[in-house]
């Protein structure tokens, strides 16, 4: 019964030209259709997390195809924790100024005092706040959890 | 709402949830849970819920199949069971 590293390790599976190269094509359009998914999450399916998640298969599909230090090249982990923390922080900075200004908890019509644009304009334009910090969240989280998974917990080498 | 899809999605799900839970090989099963999940999805979009689908389609057939794999990695690849 061998382990399927040692097995990977001998057949120098992970190596492939074609996949590299498909995936330097590929992972910017991946990416684009993430910010699209989050962007335009109030009017079609989609939203914060699935774009998020999207972005974060990204960064998964860079780590797969090359290595784990390419990928984390372009996002590191300090980088990643910053961004889930800010995800975080702006949703529930959202809901609290909402809160501070007079409506309840991500009750957005009651920004309209910091920003006069009309309550019906804040309600579409609250939501899209809230989704940009539930994708970036969701984006550094995501990313994070399979480089802690397949490096077993030590961030230095990965699949 | 289109039944005689529903009946053969349905079928298709119910195969692959037994074939995930009796085979030995896991990353087979990871395979077939992955199947799984997008028949699943299949589902939720034939029944008019397009938000549930898209979550399912990223969240279930996507990134938990590669956890599931770099999870797999790490122990042994036959279950004991």
Redesign the interface.
């Known amino acids: 019964m061998k382990l399927l590293q040692e097995q990977t390790q001998k057949l120098k599976i992970g190596e492939s030209l074609i996949i590299q190269t498909a995936s330097r094509l590929l992972i910017p359009f991946i990416q684009l259709f993430g910010l699209y998914v989050i962007v335009h999450g109030h009017y079609s399916p989609g939203g914060g997390f699935q774009g998020g998640v999207i972005l974060g298969a990204s960064f998964v599909l860079l780590a797969l195809a090359f290595d784990q230090k390419f990928s984390m090249q372009y996002m590191s982990e300090k980088t990643s924790g910053l961004l889930a923390n800010t995800g975080a922080l702006i949703f529930v900075g959202t809901g609290t100024l909402c809160a501070i200004f007079g409506g309840l908890f991500l009750h957005y019509s009651a920004l309209d005092v910091l920003i006069p644009l009309g309550p019906i304009e804040w309600r579409s334009f609250g939501i899209f706040i809230v989704e940009v910090g539930v994708g970036l969240a969701v984006m550094s989280n995501m990313a994070i959890l399979f480089w802690v998974l397949g490096s077993n917990g030590e961030m230095d080498e990965g699949l | 709402m289109i039944w005689i899809l529903d009946l053969l999605i349905l079928s298709l799900l119910v195969i692959c949830a037994i074939a995930a839970i009796n085979i030995k090989d896991l ?1 087979s099963a990871t395979i077939i849970f992955g199947v799984y999940s997008f028949l699943m999805c299949l589902l939720w979009a034939e029944m008019g819920a ?2 549930v ?3 399912e389609a ?2 279930g057939a ?2 938990s199949t ?2 599931f794999i ?5 122990t ?3 279950s004991k069971d």
Do not use: K
């Not at chain 2, 770099?70 to 790490?74: F, G, N, V």
């Open positions: 990353l397009v938000d689908a898209f979550t990223t969240v996507g990134i590669v956890l770099a999870a797999i990695l790490h042994s690849r036959r």
